[in-house]
């Protein structure tokens, strides 16, 4: 919403600074986002008189001219303009002064050898046109010394308002003037409107037909005048539409943008002659289509509401006229229409069809239903006063009115909602002046909604026009007692494994990246997702169409785009949300990451201490148990088994699960076809925990450690060296080895894998080392080779696996 | 009796001559040895008169002493000696660089650290943590937060959407964290006090929007929090998480469907140079919205408004970020490019705590 502030006062008696208007509209809510004061700007910018034009000496395209600026002597001033001349009455900036179109200060300079001390300006250089063909060549009646922009008229600040959808009322710059009075900003000037008498019946008749479906329209006011002589509009109204940017088009049309901005009043006029018969308000057909006065073609449906006459749609309702019945300097019988709409329909079209207006801003935030016959009284008195003619009666089919809301507002509700302690006084002081009725109750006021606030609904709607209009500053910042709770934890168990696993993978060199939490279907659908409800309808782009199944292919890609950048040693994890579908309960909590090239666990990039070695699986494999470990899971219980889901390499890639039924996540190497797929280029692992699987360990009464048992006796540690089959996996001869004695084996490490020479091809090498911690005495010699014994055979037993001779 | 004298000169002069153990041990065993010289000058006194005896025997193993002793000592210079030797072989070139220590390396995101520095806060004023879906129904997204159907307020979000179901309902992205207002008092009875972060979408891209961003929500219900309980609140956080003694706070009224009163806050600042100071300057910048949670909305949830009462309030993490640390841009908090995230991202260790300083 744009007003000027001289416009503002032709609703607001004030004598107030335009800064402490700005800054109170803003402060009651009606925040100011921007002001142009082109008066200020344009200040040292003068009316002055060219007494002499010279060819200059030394250039053929400059002239050399004496200008009598009213202040002295005359002032030498060379100008390049074609249209320098003497005798001329143009704009003179004298030195110091800031050029906007130039975006410079002017100096004292001499131009090829002729001093020049100002400037003669055009359009461009004062930003108030394109036009830079001259300078401004203004009339003869034009007064020498006078300040030009106030001579113009565009001295007129420009204030624009960043309107919050509720205040429907301050769409017009009466309602603006309004709240500015109630904030003791000045006084509000009568502008009540007075009936037109009609001199003859409204020969168009309007019906309402909604048939059986709701009514889109509660009223409609439609007056003919005869005889009027359309044109430009006068002066000073082309100016205040030019100043909030709209462009003046005819008497007729202007008068109607101009009650739409004054008092928040959309109006329609038709030229009479290009209307076919009686109108009818009503739902568009299917099929129909209109060209707007915006010169498209809207295609309509029933669920739009239309004015038809009985040659077709000729405006579409509440938003935009026909192009067809439009107005223009031959019109001399103009219908003037004053509506009120269904808001909701208003929007819903609007947005359907994709269409933007002055009318629709106001018309969706509804317009002050009791103005509906006065707005169209106005403007019957404009179009007289500018453009002559006969008014016909006002013909009106529905009816404009609704009754009045009572809120039944308990004083000690402002203080309850806001803190706020005021005198009852104040309270009714401020509402009255916003045009509520107060009838007194005792501890209560019945107050009376006005017809213009349709968005004050109840009580907490008084306690903001009150705060609102004395001042959020005057409610008393309260400390906040945050009372007896006891200091528990706050965190849920999901978020304190999310913070955990986050800091643990930081702490092993990675890098937390935040990727969208949506991506290409080919990519969704790669990676087990993709189904049909977790699909935007409308994406902002096709690469993120669809919700992530996995976070995977979102750091691939990151850790390609760095790649691709130079960097091609990346390790990066994300925890975040990854959707199995589209229920609450199918969101889960994904820890994922990447590594690629020479980012290994234990290092990034080459090394002097040790040979160069790409990613493998168990980088990854450790990354996620890592972060299973720091996010609680219980570590000794996991279980890794070969494979995993197709985006892994089928034969460098594990499972991590407790048992069948608790799958915790995955790692490995990216299968050759997902990488490609992801464009991206390996080495390249990865890993993907779920947080929500890792099972919730059993609440403990007290945070006491278990009794630390310590042995008096040393423990025995023995290698063992086994061969066997190549798919044997090292997991189940750990498994074998630990069975051989539960109580007494402790650990069982693998320390030594090896295929190759002395080994039967096909087969493998696995050493371990196991240790013996005995309890109750040092062991003998025979006891530990009875261990050993069941060791070789449980393995032999288990895996087939023989001693390494 | 021969004398004495030459024989130990020899041995003494043996002794110091051995330059390594082996020479000196050939010295030992030749003086020392079963067959060696004194060895052999002891064995004569067995056959010595008793009063030879007396006379040689301190003689002899005088020298025995002394030899004994040379060679001891011998041995430990020799010792000393080829340590050195060892040593002046064994060297190092302790400039060569070892590995950065991992956790030095590691980065955690802003956003996860800015959600850690407002739980710190917020915890200690006895808020906890609330969270909810992503995709959300319109129901808790704009119907139960006091959005009309069809009013322009909903045309202030973007919305993401998914495809109808067959009923005709169709979810969306949440495009605020507010529907978690709605599920957290759907679900537990006042008084509540949570504090909500998360990822949000508006179907909005340019330099300074993003179509995923994150916001946090806070949300108090009970008998008597006021609009004053909200302005203080408000002013220890920002105090607490710019980490400035004193901010100036500026408290607009606003429109939003969800609070009535609604406000809009503005922080006082200087901007210099990029940078954005709190609590000095004339600027005035806008970080947050909040207000008194609307009649409606607590009606929605099955709360008398005439009983209960509270307030929320809601702000752009990724924003109160940038203003905190200065990143100039929103788009490369999502762009996961090393060279960002390894400059603003946070160390493992650096954890916001109240006690230690919230931004490590």
């Known amino acids: 919403m744009k007003l000027t502030l001289a416009w503002l006062k032709e609703h607001l008696d004030t004598e107030a600074p335009l800064a402490a208007i700005v800054d109170r509209l803003t402060m009651i809510g009606l925040e100011v986002e921007n002001v142009a004061d082109r008066g200020k700007m344009l200040a040292p910018f003068t009316i002055a008189r060219v007494i002499s034009a010279e060819q200059h000496p030394n250039a053929d395209r400059l002239r050399v001219c004496m200008v009598d600026t009213g202040a002295g002597d005359p002032v030498q001033v060379v100008c390049g303009a074609p249209n320098a001349r003497a005798g001329m009455k143009g704009v003179f900036v004298p030195p110091g002064a800031f050029i906007p179109g130039k975006n410079m200060t002017l100096g004292i300079g001499k131009i090829r050898g002729v001093e020049s001390r100002g400037m003669l300006v055009s359009e461009f250089e004062l930003q108030i046109s394109d036009d830079h063909e001259g300078i401004i060549d203004l009339p003869q009646d034009a007064p020498v010394g006078a300040n030009y922009a106030a001579w113009v008229g565009l001295d007129d600040p420009v204030i624009e308002i960043n309107l919050t959808p509720n205040r429907a009322d301050c769409a017009g710059v009466s309602g603006i003037a309004r709240d500015l009075a109630a904030a003791e900003m000045g006084k509000l000037r009568d502008r009540s409107v007075q009936p037109v008498k009609g001199d003859f019946p409204c020969p168009v008749k309007v019906t309402l037909d909604f048939g059986p479906t709701p009514s889109l329209c509660p009223a409609f006011a439609l007056r003919l005048i005869r005889g009027v002589r359309n044109g430009p509009s006068p002066t000073w109204l082309q100016q205040r539409l030019s100043a909030i940017g709209l462009r003046p088009i005819n008497a007729l049309v202007d008068i109607t943008n101009f009650i739409t901005y004054d008092r928040g009043r959309p109006l329609h006029v038709f030229d009479a002659a290009k209307v076919h018969g009686n109108l009818t308000v009503r739902r568009a057909r299917d099929g129909e289509t209109l060209v707007a006065l915006d010169g498209k073609r809207y295609s309509l449906d029933p669920s739009m509401c239309v004015i038809a006459d009985e040659s077709g749609v000729e405006s579409l309702a509440g938003i935009m006229g026909g192009e067809s019945t439009g107005c223009s300097e031959a019109t001399t019988d103009v219908l003037i229409e004053s509506a009120l709409w269904d808001p909701v329909n208003i929007a819903q079209t609007g947005r359907k069809l994709g269409v933007q207006s002055d009318a629709r801003y106001r018309f969706e935030r509804g317009v002050d239903p009791a103005f509906m016959l006065p707005g169209l009284e106005l403007a019957t008195a404009m179009v007289l006063e500018l453009c002559g003619g006969k008014p016909s009666e006002v013909t009106v089919a529905g009816t404009p009115e609704v009754p009045a809301r009572m809120i039944d507002f308990p004083l000690d509700e402002l203080p309850r909602l806001t803190g706020l302690q005021v005198d009852r006084r104040e309270i009714e002081r401020v509402l009255g002046r916003l045009g509520f009725a107060i009838s007194d109750a005792g501890k209560h006021l019945k107050v009376t909604v006005p017809s213009w606030r349709a968005d004050v609904e109840g009580k907490a709607d008084l306690a903001e026009e009150i705060v609102r209009i004395l001042g959020v500053d005057r409610v008393p910042a309260t400390p906040f007692d945050r009372g007896e709770a006891p200091r528990k934890p706050v965190l849920t168990p999901i978020q304190l494994r999310t913070r955990k696993a986050k800091r643990a993978l930081a702490a092993r060199g990675m890098l937390e990246a935040v990727t969208w939490s949506f991506l290409a279907k080919r990519q969704a659908e790669l990676f087990g997702g993709g189904e049909p409800e977790l699909a935007l309808a409308n994406p902002i782009a096709s690469d993120l169409s669809d919700m992530r199944p996995s976070l995977i292919p979102g750091l691939v890609a990151a850790a390609q785009n760095n790649a691709d950048h130079g960097i091609a040693n990346v390790s990066l994890f994300e925890i975040g949300q990854v959707f199995r579908g589209d229920r609450p309960q199918d969101q889960l909590t994904a820890a994922s990451g990447v590594r690629r090239g020479l980012a290994k666990a234990t290092g990034i990039g080459r090394h002097w201490s040790a ?24 570590v000794a219980a996991l279980q890794v088994l070969p494979g995993g889901p197709s985006w892994f390499h089928p034969g460098r890639s594990g499972t991590i699960q407790i048992g069948p039924q608790t799958v915790l996540g995955h790692f490995g190497e990216l299968h050759p076809r997902a990488l490609e797929a992801l464009d991206a280029e390996g080495p390249l692992v990865a890993f993907e925990v779920m947080l929500e699987k890792i099972p919730e360990p059993k609440a403990k009464a007290t945070r006491a450690r278990p009794a630390l048992e310590l042995s008096l006796f040393q423990p025995v540690e023995r290698d063992f060296a086994f061969v066997v089959d190549r798919a044997v996996n090292a997991a189940d001869v750990l498994r074998a080895a630990q069975s051989a004695d539960r ?56 895996t087939r696996g023989a001693l390494r001779g | 009796m021969n004398d004495l004298r030459p024989l130990e000169t020899e041995l003494l002069a043996a002794v110091a001559n051995a330059t390594d153990e082996p020479a000196l041990e050939a010295v030992r065993v030749a003086a020392l040895g079963r067959n060696g010289s004194i060895s052999a000058l002891l064995k004569t006194l067995g056959t010595m008169s008793a009063e030879a005896r007396k006379e040689q025997g301190p003689r002899i193993n005088g020298l025995k002493d002394r030899v004994t002793a040379a060679i001891a000592a011998r041995r430990d210079a020799l010792k000393e000696l080829a340590l050195d030797q060892r040593l002046n072989t064994e060297t190092l070139d302790v400039t060569l660089p070892v590995p950065e220590p991992p956790a030095e390396v590691g980065r955690v995101h802003p956003i996860s650290q800015v959600v850690d520095e407002l739980t710190a806060i917020f915890a200690d004023m006895g808020f906890a943590v609330a969270e909810g879906p992503d995709i959300e129904t319109d129901d808790y997204n704009f119907t139960k937060l006091n959005f009309a159907e069809g009013h322009p307020a909903r045309d202030m979000h973007d919305t993401f959407y998914f495809n109808p179901k067959p009923d005709g309902s169709r979810l969306l992205l949440r495009t605020h964290t507010s529907p978690v207002q709605i599920r957290t008092m759907l679900a537990q009875k006042p008084p509540i006090r949570v504090i909500i972060p998360g990822r949000t979408y508006r179907s909005d891209s340019d330099q300074t929007h993003t179509p995923m961003f994150h916001q946090v929500e806070g949300l108090v219900i009970d008998k008597s929090s006021h609009l004053g309980h909200l302005k203080w609140i408000l002013q220890e956080f920002c105090k607490a998480f710019f980490e400035v003694d004193q901010v100036k706070m500026r408290f607009r009224p606003s429109f939003f469907p969800f609070t009535e009163p609604s406000l809009e806050v503005d922080i006082q600042c200087r901007r210099d140079k990029g940078e954005t100071r709190f609590g000095e300057g004339d600027d005035w910048m806008e970080i947050l919205g909040c207000g008194m949670v609307h009649p409606n909305v607590l009606r929605n949830c099955g709360l008398d408004p005439d009983e209960y009462q509270g307030f929320a309030w809601g702000l752009g993490i990724d924003r109160i970020a940038m203003l905190k640390y200065g990143m100039p841009d929103l788009r490369p908090f999502f762009e996961a490019d090393v060279r960002w995230l390894s400059h603003y991202g946070f160390r493992p260790l650096d954890f916001p705590t109240l006690a230690g300083g919230l931004s490590g």
């Not at chain 1, 160069?612 to 609680?632: P, R």
């Not at chain 1, 003998?780 to 080779?785: K, N, P, S, V």
């Open chain 1, 611 to 634: 040979p160069a070695s790409e990613v493998d699986a168990f980088d990854a494999k450790a990354d996620a148990i890592a972060v299973l470990a720091a996010a609680g899971a219980p």
């Open chain 1, 743 to 798: 109580k007494l084996i402790t650990n069982v490490a693998v320390f030594d894998v090896y295929e190759g020479v002395g080994i039967e091809p096909g087969k493998k090498s696995i050493a371990i080392s196991v240790t013996l911690q005995p309890r109750e005495k040092t062991l003998t010699d025979a006891e530990i080779d009875a261990v050993a014994g069941k060791i070789v055979a449980e393995v032999g037993k288990r």
